[in-house]
């Protein structure tokens, strides 16, 4: 096995990968990365792990065909087993550890995107990159252990076992970390937890807007001007309903809002596990009128669009992670409010353009929203920041730095 001598790139993610009629598919955004690393590398061979979804339908994922333009003449995709329990990880470990050892050794840049342990492929190629002696990237795109506890927070007993697995996971992670080349650490949160064990932590982000849908100064305007005129704050949120994104304190401030008299329109876009839950607790509040559930939306166009249209995206982030959407707002021209981490904060450090509650305080998230809609004019400069900040954050930006970091590895 001879290393080449193409500008390649080794991947290995936990992104989901399907089989679909003509090749893998994956989803919308991350075909989106794939082919800006295939702008930045000769080759890139990226290894995922099988959808659980059905290989033609099922979820809301927006799937993509791979096998078509620059995906299709430079990148290469494999899926590898979905094994995330010790059983399945054991009868897998053998056959993809001998198909990761040949791919370590046949390209010439490596990226690891590490999680936990089991089932964890991207730690296991990280393991066999360091028996090779060879230099990779280590990528981290949130803190696990925040992730797992929340996951798992009215299941006691599975609780109990993960803290007891979890300072042996951490420590091989942390492990890995300290043999990298260079470490991506996506967002504030995941550089504040792991920068110190990594030899040359770097904090990057991730997001796929472009400079083309940055929000014109006449848009800006239009929503300045609506917000001014004291008409009910539109207030929006992107993503999953799942308990990591804290969906019932987002209710929660919501309803305490109404009880002052606060007027509001808000939305919350996406699909999940909590929907059906959180519906009805809508309607159990009698909040029905105010809120409003469109669902999944695939259309980035048309989530650019709802952003640039609402006054604020309200979040209510339980562990920390590197939402996207926190981006996107910012570029929409739309305030970020919501739970105090360092990934935030990081992202507003320069201009502005969000307000942010500590210790995850319903109370204070509802403060800093009623203080809005009472002084407009704070508000509008809020927008005005919001949108300066979201001038730092293209795609064709991000990659390019993240492209530069992993050729040091």
């Known amino acids: 096995m001879a290393l080449d001598d193409q500008a390649s790139l080794l991947l290995v993610t936990h992104v989901s990968i399907r089989q679909g009629p003509y090749g893998p598919e994956v989803d919308e955004q991350t075909a989106a990365g794939i082919e800006q690393w295939c702008q930045h590398f000769d080759r890139v061979t990226f290894y995922g792990v099988e959808s659980q979804a059905n290989a033609i339908s099922g979820g809301s994922a927006s799937w993509v065909r791979t096998d078509e333009g620059l995906l299709g003449a430079r990148a ?53 990159a360091i028996e090779q002696r060879r230099r990779y990237a280590a990528w981290i795109d949130r803190v696990e252990p925040f992730v797992i506890r929340n996951k798992l927070a009215r299941a006691p007993l599975k609780r109990l076992l993960a803290e007891m697995v979890m300072p042996f996971t951490q420590a091989a992670i942390r492990y890995v970390l300290r043999k990298s080349t260079v470490a991506l650490l996506q967002g504030g949160d995941s550089f504040a937890y792991y920068a110190r064990s990594a030899s040359d932590p770097h904090c990057t982000y991730d997001t796929h807007t472009r400079c083309t849908e940055q929000i014109s100064a006449s848009a800006l305007l239009r929503k300045q001007d609506r917000a001014l005129a004291r008409e009910p704050l539109k207030i929006v949120y992107v993503g999953r309903v799942a308990g990591m994104k804290g969906p019932f304190d ?160």
Request: hydrophobic share 40%.
């Open 76 to 128: 290469r995709l494999v899926i590898l087993p979905h094994a995330y329990t010790p059983r399945k990880m054991i009868r897998h470990y053998g056959a993809v550890r001998n198909e990761l050892r040949q791919a370590v050794a046949t390209h010439r840049h490596l990226c690891f995107t590490l999680g936990s342990i089991i089932g964890d492929w991207p730690t296991i190629a990280a393991l066999e």
């Open 250 to 409: 987002w209710l929660a401030c919501l309803a305490r809002l109404h009880t002052q008299g606060i007027a509001f329109q808000a939305c919350w876009i996406g699909d999940g596990p909590d929907l059906p839950a959180l519906k009805a607790q809508v309607s159990r509040a009698g909040l029905n009128h105010v809120i409003d559930f469109p669902g999944f939306e695939g259309r980035r166009t048309h989530l650019l669009d709802r952003l640039q249209e609402s006054d604020l995206l309200l979040f209510c982030h339980k562990t920390p992670e590197s939402a996207r959407c926190l981006i996107e707002a910012l570029v929409s021209g739309c305030p970020i409010i919501g739970y105090d981490t360092a990934y935030p904060r990081g992202l507003t450090q320069t201009y502005g353009g969000g307000l942010f509650a500590p210790g995850h305080s319903i109370e204070k998230l509802a403060d800093h929203v009623a203080r809005l809609h009472h002084d407009r004019q704070a508000l509008c400069q809020l927008m005005e920041a919001a949108a300066l900040s979201g001038t730092l954050y293209n795609e064709d930006a991000v990659y390019a730095h993240r492209a530069a970091l992993m050729r040091r590895g």
